[in-house]
């Protein structure tokens, strides 16, 4: 059974960090693009990051430099550190799965197919 599950959200202070994690069983996360996305309230959802079957990432400007995507394959499991948190980071993260081992670097949900439940993120001022 193919299943994703985020865990790691809570709500911080502006400039306070967390680190999601995504436990992946049913397939092997190293076998293909994984990316991470983030819904906020009223807003489209966008994506965060991505890694592919050799490790490279792509990450969107919006978190460079204080968001870094990862992974575990010894617990196939996708990590997500968040450092310098803005409240703008406020949003519903989700991790994901593509049917491919190489991401594009244009980070559009539609490229997804497997998606976890989402684990909420809250900065506040």
């Known amino acids: 059974q193919v299943q994703a599950e985020e865990s790691g959200g809570g709500s911080v202070q502006t400039g306070g960090s967390l680190r999601l994690s995504c436990v992946v069983s049913g397939y092997t996360i190293s076998n293909y693009c994984m990316g991470w996305f983030r819904q906020a309230p009223g807003k489209e959802r966008e994506g965060v990051a991505s890694?592919?079957?050799?490790?490279?990432?792509v990450i969107t400007a919006a978190v460079a430099g204080r968001f870094t995507i990862s992974r575990d394959d010894a617990q196939n499991t996708l990590w997500l550190q968040m450092d310098s948190l803005k409240p703008e980071d406020t949003a519903l993260y989700y991790c994901a799965r593509a049917n491919t081992p190489y991401c594009s670097s244009t980070l559009q949900s539609s490229e997804y197919n497997f998606w976890g439940q989402g684990t909420q993120v809250t900065v506040s001022s």
């Open positions: 890694i592919n079957y050799s490790g490279f990432r």
